[in-house]
């Protein structure tokens, strides 16, 4: 990690002193992280985290096997919570993003503001420290200290690239950044003649390092923030508000990342195992743990009853219902599935229950349009019934809004969501089997 940075620095709240910095930790930083955004707390869980004045504000790398977290207190303690909350999600995405351990493209100095561009993009602007980069918003504003350090050439070089940036679209990836860099002569001459980016904005965090891996540890760090990520999901998706802030649309873009490790049907599976309730029965013949000789012991088992509504219109096929329904009769041990067609309306007389070892048809009652508040309202009008319900589509009606119980869209392969789901849906996109 490189000690040196000539680059106009980004702004802390207030100066920390080397006798202040001795008192600042991590700790409560990763606490706030934990409660506020636990996807992101469960990324940097098994990062090692390394306090260093090497580096003048902070970044992630891998050596030697590991994945490090590198901060300087002095940075760290001059910046607002919320903008620590900020600064650390960015290092995440950029473990998830894979910036670590892919190769970096050349010019690596253009290639660092594209992966910059593309996370913060997807980071509130209230939660990025002042002078971070990110499109849509010009470079902040010179002052008179940064014009008496710098030349006209430099000068000029920083107003070319702060209109650059003002220009650019939000949420695109680093390759498109890239892309775009490289189609701007004027943008990539600025870039490349001012060597390390002196005069130019630095970022919010360094990124050497990067590139130092041998192609062995190289596969290495893949493997393990491939576990690292997997496991992160896993735990996200366990309670209502794993995923913290993380939208719809980004979780796509990370099921998309893990998705040689996470298939669909596992999805599908923990949405049943998660809407389980419990039944409790006494049993004569079982002890009591407490009052043994007593009071009869307890039996408990697990059981679900989830809706299944399949959307009737032609894009949904034989195949895809084939599909589902296969995964569907895997689960039916402990899953009762109560199955409808629907169109614009739910068909009450389609109804047929799947539970273990009885199935029925998958036979098509409907051929309307599509209107997801059908099955909405009739499982929330039938929530005593059902533990939580899936809609099997290809994705393309407006959104019904909220729902009283646990919701799962099950998209049929190479469609999608129109819309974003709420935090606590979940968003099961299959794949044919030959593509799994």
Same mark, same amino acid.
């Given at each position: 990690? +490189?000690?040196?940075?000539?680059?106009?620095?980004?702004?802390?709240?207030?100066?920390?002193?080397?006798?202040?910095?001795?008192?600042?930790?991590?700790?409560?930083?990763?606490?706030?992280?934990?409660?506020?955004?636990?996807?992101?707390?469960?990324?940097?869980?098994?990062?090692?985290?390394?306090?260093?004045?090497?580096?003048?504000?902070?970044?992630?790398?891998?050596?030697?096997?590991?994945?490090?977290?590198?901060?300087?207190?002095?940075?760290?303690?001059?910046?607002?919570?919320?903008?620590?909350? *900020?600064?650390?999600?960015?290092?995440?995405?950029?473990?998830?993003?894979?910036?670590?351990?892919?190769?970096?493209?050349?010019?690596?100095?253009?290639?660092?503001? +594209?992966?910059?561009?593309?996370?913060?993009?997807?980071?509130?602007?209230?939660?990025?420290?002042?002078?971070?980069?990110?499109?849509?918003?010009?470079?902040?504003?010179?002052?008179?200290?940064?014009?008496?350090?710098m030349s006209d050439d430099q000068v000029?070089?920083?107003?070319?690239?702060?209109?650059?940036?003002?220009?650019?679209?939000?949420?695109?990836?680093?390759?498109?950044?890239?892309?775009?860099?490289?189609?701007?002569?004027?943008?990539?001459?600025?870039?490349?003649?001012? *060597?390390?980016?002196? *005069?130019?904005?630095?970022?919010?965090?360094?990124? =050497?390092?990067?590139?130092?891996?041998?192609?062995?540890? #190289?596969?290495?760090?893949?493997?393990?923030?491939?576990?690292?990520?997997?496991?992160?999901?896993?735990?996200?998706?366990?309670?209502?508000?794993?995923?913290?802030?993380?939208?719809?649309?980004?979780?796509?873009?990370?099921?998309?990342?893990?998705?040689?490790?996470?298939?669909?049907?596992?999805?599908?599976?923990?949405?049943? &195992?998660?809407?389980?309730? +419990?039944?409790?029965?006494?049993?004569?013949? #079982?002890?009591?743990?407490?009052?043994?000789?007593?009071?009869? &012991?307890?039996?408990?088992?697990?059981?679900?009853?989830?809706?299944?509504?399949?959307?009737?219109?032609?894009?949904?096929?034989?195949?895809?219902?084939?599909?589902?329904?296969?995964?569907?009769?895997?689960?039916?041990?402990?899953?009762?599935?109560?199955?409808?067609?629907?169109?614009?309306?739910?068909?009450?007389?389609?109804?047929?229950?799947?539970?273990?070892?009885?199935?029925?048809?998958?036979?098509?009652? #409907?051929? *309307? &349009?599509?209107?997801?508040?059908?099955?909405?309202?009739?499982?929330?009008?039938?929530?005593?019934?059902?533990?939580?319900?899936?809609?099997?589509? =290809?994705?393309?009606?407006?959104?019904? &809004?909220?729902?009283?119980?646990?919701?799962?869209?099950?998209?049929?392969?190479?469609r999608e969501l129109i819309f974003n789901?709420?935090?606590?849906?979940?968003?099961?996109?299959?794949?044919?089997?030959?593509?799994?």
């Amino acid at each position: 990690m +490189a000690k040196d940075d000539t680059s106009i620095d980004i702004k802390p709240v207030h100066h920390i002193t080397d006798l202040d910095a001795t008192d600042i930790k991590l700790d409560p930083y990763l606490l706030d992280l934990l409660w506020n955004e636990p996807f992101f707390s469960h990324v940097l869980r098994t990062v090692t985290k390394v306090r260093t004045d090497d580096i003048p504000t902070a970044g992630v790398s891998a050596k030697d096997g590991f994945v490090r977290l590198w901060w300087n207190p002095k940075f760290i303690g001059g910046l607002a919570p919320r903008k620590i909350r *900020g600064l650390l999600k960015h290092e995440c995405w950029h473990i998830i993003f894979e910036h670590i351990t892919t190769r970096r493209h050349e010019p690596h100095l253009l290639w660092n503001y +594209a992966t910059d561009w593309a996370i913060n993009s997807i980071i509130p602007e209230n939660e990025l420290p002042e002078g971070g980069l990110r499109p849509g918003r010009p470079f902040d504003k010179l002052t008179e200290e940064h014009l008496s350090k710098m030349s006209d050439d430099q000068v000029s070089r920083y107003n070319t690239l702060s209109n650059f940036q003002a220009s650019l679209p939000l949420e695109k990836s680093s390759e498109w950044y890239f892309a775009a860099i490289q189609d701007n002569e004027d943008v990539k001459s600025a870039l490349e003649d001012s *060597g390390e980016g002196e *005069g130019m904005p630095g970022g919010m965090d360094d990124h =050497d390092g990067w590139d130092d891996l041998t192609d062995e540890e #190289r596969e290495i760090v893949k493997g393990k923030t491939k576990k690292i990520l997997e496991n992160a999901v896993k735990e996200a998706d366990g309670t209502s508000r794993g995923w913290g802030s993380v939208s719809s649309a980004q979780r796509k873009v990370i099921r998309d990342i893990v998705s040689t490790t996470i298939p669909w049907q596992s999805v599908l599976k923990q949405f049943c &195992g998660m809407s389980r309730r +419990a039944n409790r029965a006494s049993n004569v013949k #079982r002890l009591n743990r407490k009052y043994p000789g007593i009071h009869p &012991g307890v039996n408990h088992g697990y059981t679900s009853s989830i809706a299944v509504y399949v959307d009737q219109s032609g894009s949904v096929s034989d195949e895809n219902l084939e599909l589902l329904f296969g995964e569907l009769k895997n689960l039916a041990r402990r899953t009762e599935f109560v199955i409808y067609n629907f169109d614009t309306k739910v068909d009450e007389k389609s109804e047929r229950t799947w539970r273990r070892g009885k199935t029925s048809g998958i036979d098509r009652t #409907r051929c *309307g &349009g599509t209107c997801f508040k059908a099955p909405t309202e009739h499982a929330n009008k039938n929530s005593h019934r059902f533990d939580g319900y899936l809609i099997l589509t =290809d994705g393309e009606a407006p959104d019904p &809004g909220p729902t009283k119980i646990k919701r799962g869209w099950v998209i049929v392969p190479n469609r999608e969501l129109i819309f974003n789901a709420t935090r606590r849906d979940f968003v099961i996109n299959m794949k044919n089997k030959k593509a799994a």
